[in-house]
């Protein structure tokens, strides 16, 4: 299984563009690269995800590096409910594909 | 709107008890799976279920087992409870597609 590498823990001013990066250099062509949250005392939610072209939502943008081994979440304004454990997975489509989330990056907003 | 639940927010277990973890999902999805949550080590996978009656084993199953009886509905067994598998129990369920998992709010289970 491919694996990912992040950053244990980051810090950011409150109002102050957040870009969390993501290393996944074995990567294959059917992997897509997914990103969740977890605020504290719960499960963890979906954020976004993607596969060659960067992506945007309501939630955080994904920007994907040309040769797909890394990546960015870019969280354009940060608030202090953005505080949280922040997961970058690589899945594909089928049922067989076993997926570790890891520790991820803890985000902490500094107001 | 809640889409995947999980019966317990938490529970507390004597060693030697044998604990049933449940949890349902009413998306229709395919794939679910329990993950384990312990401080410095993040979320690690005990078991997937791809299909009803269907199960494989993930990075920790030791101590662990499971139920696919129903397509909602997926059972984690601890057969005889130790306390070192005092946790934080998250249960999730996705498609077969490349599309994102939901989790449960999670089981926090105490083995005295």
């Known amino acids: 299984d491919a694996k990912t590498t992040q950053p244990n823990s980051m810090e950011s001013n409150e109002e102050e563009p957040v870009h969390l990066p993501c290393n996944h250099s074995?990567?294959?062509?059917?992997?897509?690269i997914h990103w969740y949250r977890q605020l504290p005392s719960q499960g963890p939610e979906y954020v976004i995800h993607?596969?060659?072209s960067n992506v945007n939502n309501r939630m955080a943008s994904l920007a994907i590096a040309e040769d797909r081994k890394s990546s960015t979440l870019i969280l354009h304004r940060a608030t202090l409910r953005d505080a949280a454990v922040y997961y970058c997975?690589?899945?594909?489509?089928?049922?067989?594909?076993?997926?570790?989330f890891g520790i991820g990056t803890k985000l902490q907003v500094i107001p | 709107d809640v889409k995947v639940t999980q019966s317990s927010r938490y529970l507390v277990k004597r060693t030697g008890e044998k604990v049933f973890l449940e949890c349902v999902q009413d998306m229709d999805h395919e794939n679910m799976f329990w993950y384990r949550q312990d401080p410095g080590l993040g979320l690690r996978l005990i078991y997937f279920?791809?299909?009803?009656?269907?199960?494989e084993k993930g990075d920790i199953p030791e101590g662990y087992s499971v139920s696919r009886e129903k397509k909602e509905r997926f059972s984690l067994i601890l057969e005889s409870a130790s306390t070192n598998q005092t946790s934080m129990y998250l249960c999730?369920?996705?498609?077969?597609?490349?599309?994102?998992?939901?989790f449960g709010s999670g089981t926090r289970l105490t083995v005295v």
């Open positions: 997975i690589l899945r594909r489509s089928g049922g067989y594909q076993k997926v570790t």
């Open positions: 074995t990567i294959s062509g059917t992997d897509y």
């Open positions: 999730a369920s996705s498609t077969r597609q490349h599309y994102g998992y939901t």
């Open positions: 993607g596969l060659t």
């Open positions: 279920s791809y299909d009803v009656k269907m199960k």
